[in-house]
């Protein structure tokens, strides 16, 4: 199988003209099974799709971006903490923002900062994945992570133990991913087993 297998990707761009990405299968998939978390005052970064399509009655969306000044819209920057309010949000929902950060620690920081007392924090991130390269030549993807490097990313923040994590992939969906195959090219069965020594997606819930 490894010696007909082309050097080349079938799609640098996670498999979108394809169809679902791998890892936005299983990010959607997380995000739906814990929608309930998904009320009150959220927080998404730079669009609120996600807070619109999984959101429970009353959920109240907030835009943060970087460098967008627009009404509606919270200009923060995640890494040095400009611009970030403090106990203003009761969800948050960081969906692969963490590999284009290069200090990872000031946003887990600055993300218990932003939640109210009770609220928490939806963070996915990309273990075995492409480079983003249009993430790349905008700002620089710096990280692909492991439960190890999380794990302890988190629990030297001021969340400490509060939080659960979630790991999604196998050794064949790494590879669709990886060559930009869809989802919807795949099995149901082999889209549901998981693997940890091949995370695509890890997905942490965080609680202050």
């Known amino acids: 199988m490894v010696k007909r297998a082309s050097v080349n990707p079938l799609n640098r761009e996670f498999g979108f003209p394809r169809g679902t990405p791998v890892d936005r299968y299983y990010i959607e998939n997380w995000l739906n099974q814990n929608r309930k978390l998904i009320r009150g005052d959220v927080l998404e970064i730079a669009e609120d799709t996600y807070t619109k399509r999984f959101g429970v009655e009353r959920a109240v969306s907030h835009i943060l971006h970087v460098n967008l000044e627009k009404e509606g819209v919270i200009k923060g920057n995640l890494e040095t903490g400009e611009g970030i309010p403090q106990d203003a949000v009761d969800c948050i929902i960081l969906s692969q923002t963490l590999p284009f950060i290069y200090d990872?620690?000031?946003?887990?920081?600055?993300?218990?900062?932003?939640?109210?007392?009770?609220?928490?924090?939806?963070?996915?991130?990309?273990?075995?994945?492409?480079?983003?390269?249009?993430?790349?030549?905008?700002?620089?993807?710096?990280?692909?992570?492991?439960?190890?490097?999380?794990?302890?990313?988190?629990?030297?923040?001021?969340?400490?133990?509060?939080?659960?994590?979630?790991?999604?992939?196998?050794?064949?969906?790494?590879?669709?991913?990886?060559?930009?195959?869809?989802?919807?090219?795949?099995?149901?069965?082999?889209?549901?087993?998981?693997?940890?020594?091949?995370?695509?997606?890890?997905?942490?819930?965080?609680?202050?």
Not at 112 to 133: D, F, N
Not at 134 to 143: L, R, V
Not at 179 to 197: I, P, T
Request: charged content about 20%.
């Open 104 to 208: 990872c620690k000031q946003v887990i920081a600055n993300l218990y900062k932003m939640l109210r007392k009770g609220g928490t924090a939806l963070v996915t991130t990309g273990g075995i994945t492409q480079i983003s390269r249009y993430d790349m030549d905008q700002w620089g993807h710096f990280w692909s992570f492991t439960t190890a490097s999380l794990k302890r990313l988190i629990e030297e923040s001021a969340f400490g133990e509060n939080y659960a994590m979630s790991v999604y992939g196998n050794v064949k969906t790494a590879c669709a991913l990886l060559y930009g195959v869809a989802a919807e090219e795949l099995k149901e069965e082999e889209l549901g087993y998981s693997d940890v020594d091949y995370p695509v997606s890890i997905c942490v819930i965080l609680r202050k």
